[in-house]
């Protein structure tokens, strides 16, 4: 378990998406057991081999899924406060007023949606994704800056809609932060039971 934690966190530092799909797909390979992983995750075996491979990569689902058989949880973690952008000229870039406090804040983003990654709930996910979007002051320059397009953010991190991972991975980016993998509580405290049965026996 520490070696595959570890192995993720650095393909998932990378923020690449063919590093972190690697990553994916040798966890898959690697685990004991890859039919009842597969039915774990909700995914036919002989898709689940595929799911990594395309130039797309997965969709967010497929990634939480997949994670959640094996183990492990996605947080956010902060990295850097990116350059505040230059005000929108023709007003402000974002009408919300809603979680301003996430505006230019990156380590608060971070909480914020590390808050939505502990729920598990795809849902949740993304309206917080799309939370910390609309908070930005300039979402046209952020798009800019990021090499993303803007209307296609907009679609990514709608409540309808489930995300390509590729799009969160390069979102999170850009705003300074990058995801991690964290063990499961219920799995930790499983594995810290058979240590003990092993010390005792």
Not at 9 to 17: H, I, M, V
Not at 89 to 100: E, M, V
Not at 114 to 139: C, G, P, Y
């Amino acid at each position: 378990m520490r070696q595959e934690e570890i192995a993720l966190n650095a393909a998932l530092k990378t923020a690449d998406t063919k590093t972190v799909c690697a990553a994916l797909e040798e966890l898959v390979r690697s685990s004991p057991n890859v039919s009842n992983l597969a039915h774990e995750a909700g995914i036919n075996r002989a898709i689940l081999y595929r799911s990594f491979r395309g130039k797309k990569g997965p969709r967010l689902a497929v990634v939480l899924n997949v994670l959640r058989a094996a183990g492990f949880r996605l947080i956010v973690k902060f990295e850097r406060q990116p350059k505040k952008g230059k005000p929108n000229r023709f007003g402000q870039g974002s009408k919300t007023t809603a979680h301003l406090e996430l505006r230019c804040n990156s380590k608060a983003s971070a909480e914020f949606l590390t808050l939505a990654f502990e729920t598990s709930d795809l849902e949740e996910i993304v309206k917080a994704l799309e939370s910390v979007l609309r908070a930005q002051e300039n979402v046209v320059a952020f798009a800019r800056t990021a090499s993303l397009d803007r209307q296609s953010l907009y679609r990514s991190f709608r409540e309808s809609r489930i995300p390509q991972f590729s799009m969160v991975l390069h979102f999170l980016n850009a705003l300074g932060l990058r995801l991690a993998v964290v063990p499961l509580m219920a799995n930790v405290a499983f594995c810290d039971e058979m240590n003990r049965h092993a010390v005792n026996n």
